[in-house]
């Protein structure tokens, strides 16, 4: 994994390489799993996130959990992966999801601090000229990445960040996600 110190924060960049396959398994649990996704909001006439149990998408458990390692290894941040959404989240859904972008479609700039520590978001489906990743901060040129099919990205959960328009004929398709601090403190959750 490489380390990406920007703006203060630490990032971490690379592949999940064990095991092999794990991205194109994924894709084909999303696919065979379209008549049970559940979609919570339209950006710009497009779903932003797509969800599904973790019984349609095992594979998913692969990236979740090479990122709490990884977070935990690399950045000295303990996290928690959770299946299901924390109980008081304000958010019903699971704390992982699909973003499907065709031609010309985007991610508006967004956080996904609520609650949630640690964030990633891994490729299962992306073409040359996708739309790149970027983070952005104030006093800082824009931090970008290339998405690519295998790649991972872990951040902090409150960092602000997009996804650009897919220039390309091909539908990014990728895998994102929150982890939680462990331990989960009630008091973060609202329940006392
Ligand atoms: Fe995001």
Same mark, same amino acid.
């Given at each position: 994994?490489?380390?990406?110190?920007?703006?203060?924060?630490?990032?971490?960049?690379?592949?999940?390489?064990? /095991?092999?396959?794990?991205? &194109?398994?994924?894709?084909?649990?999303?696919?065979?799993?379209?008549?049970?996704?559940?979609? &919570?909001?339209?950006?710009?006439?497009?779903?932003?996130?797509?969800?599904?149990?973790? @019984? @349609? +998408?095992?594979?998913?458990? +692969?990236?979740?959990?090479?990122?709490?390692?990884?977070?935990?290894?690399?950045?000295?941040?303990?996290?928690?992966?959770?299946?299901?959404?924390?109980?008081?989240?304000?958010?019903?859904?699971? /704390?992982?999801?699909?973003? +499907?972008?065709?031609?010309?479609?985007?991610?508006?700039?967004?956080?996904?601090?609520?609650?949630? +520590?640690?964030?990633?978001?891994?490729?299962?489906?992306?073409?040359?000229?996708?739309?790149?990743?970027?983070?952005?901060?104030?006093?800082?040129?824009?931090?970008?990445?290339?998405?690519?099919?295998?790649?991972?990205?872990?951040? /902090?959960?409150?960092?602000? @960040?997009?996804? @650009?328009?897919?220039?390309?004929?091909?539908?990014?398709? &990728?895998?994102?996600?929150?982890?939680? /601090?462990?331990?989960?403190?009630?008091?973060?959750?609202?329940?006392?």
């Amino acid at each position: 994994m490489r380390l990406i110190e920007w703006g203060g924060n630490r990032l971490l960049e690379g592949f999940i390489i064990s /095991p092999q396959g794990w991205s &194109s398994e994924l894709l084909n649990e999303f696919r065979r799993s379209q008549s049970n996704l559940e979609k &919570s909001h339209k950006i710009g006439g497009r779903w932003e996130n797509q969800y599904l149990g973790v @019984h @349609h +998408v095992p594979s998913a458990r +692969v990236p979740m959990r090479f990122a709490r390692n990884a977070g935990k290894e690399e950045l000295g941040i303990s996290s928690m992966v959770l299946f299901e959404a924390p109980s008081g989240s304000v958010n019903p859904h699971p /704390p992982f999801w699909f973003n +499907v972008a065709g031609e010309g479609e985007k991610t508006g700039l967004h956080d996904h601090a609520l609650m949630s +520590v640690l964030s990633a978001v891994t490729y299962l489906q992306a073409e040359e000229n996708c739309g790149d990743l970027y983070f952005r901060k104030q006093g800082y040129d824009d931090l970008t990445i290339k998405p690519e099919v295998g790649k991972i990205v872990i951040f /902090p959960s409150s960092l602000l @960040h997009g996804v @650009h328009p897919n220039r390309s004929c091909t539908e990014r398709i &990728s895998f994102a996600f929150n982890l939680f /601090p462990f331990p989960l403190l009630l008091s973060e959750i609202g329940g006392i």
